[in-house]
Structures are given as structure tokens and as C-alpha cells.
T-cell receptor, first 110, second 115 residues
């Protein structure tokens, strides 16, 4: 089993749609979780950290389920500018074993 | 006022050459990283330095040698370049912290093409 797995994608959705990405991780000792987005030919940029209680930032909601070792990202009212690859990132304790998932590509269509 | 800057942005060179990529961060972070993103877009960590000390060294050929002269700089030297080294190399930094729970900030990437 790979350390971090994500929905294979790509996801093609119309503007205004709600889309959810899933991510699972294999190391139960993992401590920190993030979602990054990467635009074509650009560097990854932090979208949001993922907290145990779940957290929301505008149209974006992240959830963490430690028991199932599962992270999700929900995007509501998707915009054309949301088109990118979304990367799930899992970090082990003390900054060790910082692992990126393979990413899920999202295309929001007009 | 770029936070994490890498040079060069593009590097085209022949097989067998030796090249270096430089990285500097002005965020005051303690930890710096090198990642490789290959043609399949998979981003994989290569090295991590904390306060100039190597803390992560993934399975990378020893042709790759990182050097950290101070905590704001982490350079990557590559000897005897091979075709398979063609990729985008990203430098990143984070504030680390005792729990290592801080996100990373990335440079723009260096696109290395081996002829």
C-alpha cells in the first residue's frame, strides 16, 4: 500500500459544482496534514492545513478522520480558477517522513 | 521580496556534466528541503536540512550532494548527469518546530533537461 493515496482523477466539473477529494494514508503515527494546490508548471502552494476538528476556509472545507486514516477536501461553488492539481500531504512526527500524494487534477468548466 | 528563490529557473545541459542549483529563503525558517517532480508529476522528497544539518536523506544516488552553508541556503550539486535526472527540482522551507507541523513554502522550481 502506498503511503499516501488520492482519487486518481481527473475531475471535470461545471462552474458552481461541489467537488470532494479523498486521501488516505498508511502511517498511523502521522501527525500533520495539509492540502496543497499546484497549477500547471508552477510550484505547490499551501491551500490549507487540516485539523482534527475539521476546518473551513471560505468555499473550502477539510476533514480528518484519524481512525480511518482519511482526509478529505470539499470545494463548494467551484470557480474556473480552482482548476489545478490538489495534493494531499502527510507528515510524520517531528517533521519526519513528509509525503506528498500523487495529486488529483480538477478542471472546472464554463 | 521572494520568499524561497531558486536559480537557475531552467537548466539544459548534456549527459555527463556536473551542475548546481541554488536555493535561498528569507523567511527565517530552520528547515529546508529538496524535492524532485518527474514527468509523471509525482513529487518526492530528496533531502531535508534543519539548521544546516542533514535530517532526511531519501534513497537518492550519491551523485546528488546537498550543501547548506547556512540555514538560509541549501544548494544541490549533481555530478555526472543522466537522462533520468530530467525533472523539475523544487526547493522548500518550513519553520520546522519541535513537532514539525508547519507547512512548507516552495520555490518556483528548476526545470532540468538532460540532452
Amino acid at each position: 500500500r502506498k503511503e499516501v493515496e488520492q482519487d486518481p482523477g481527473p475531475f471535470n466539473v461545471p462552474e458552481g459544482a461541489t467537488v470532494a477529494f479523498n486521501c488516505t494514508y498508511s502511517n498511523s503515527a502521522s501527525q500533520s496534514f495539509f492540502w496543497y494546490r499546484q497549477d500547471c508548471r508552477k510550484e505547490p502552494k499551501l491551500l490549507m492545513s487540516v485539523y482534527s476538528s475539521g476546518n473551513e476556509d471560505g468555499r473550502f472545507t477539510a476533514q480528518l478522520n484519524r481512525a480511518s486514516q482519511y482526509i478529505s477536501l470539499l470545494i463548494r461553488d467551484s470557480k474556473l480558477s480552482d482548476s489545478a492539481t490538489y495534493l494531499c500531504v502527510v507528515m510524520g512526527p517531528y517533521g519526519q517522513n513528509f509525503v506528498f500524494g500523487p495529486g488529483t487534477r480538477l478542471s472546472v468548466l464554463p | 521580496d521572494t520568499a524561497v528563490s531558486q536559480t537557475p529557473k531552467y537548466l539544459v545541459t548534456q549527459m555527463g556534466n556536473d551542475k548546481s542549483i541554488k536555493c535561498e529563503q528569507n523567511l527565517g525558517h530552520d528547515t529546508m528541503y529538496w524535492y524532485k517532480q518527474d514527468s509523471k508529476k509525482f513529487l518526492k522528497i530528496m533531502f531535508s536540512y534543519n539548521n544546516k544539518e542533514l535530517i532526511i536523506n531519501e534513497t537518492v544516488p550519491n551523485r546528488f550532494s546537498p550543501k547548506s552553508p547556512d540555514k538560509a541556503h541549501l544548494n544541490l550539486h549533481i555530478n555526472s548527469l543522466e537522462l533520468g535526472d530530467s525533472a523539475v527540482y523544487f526547493c522548500a522551507s518550513s519553520s520546522g518546530g519541535s513537532l514539525g507541523d508547519q507547512p512548507q513554502h516552495f520555490g518556483d522550481g528548476t526545470r532540468l533537461s538532460i540532452l
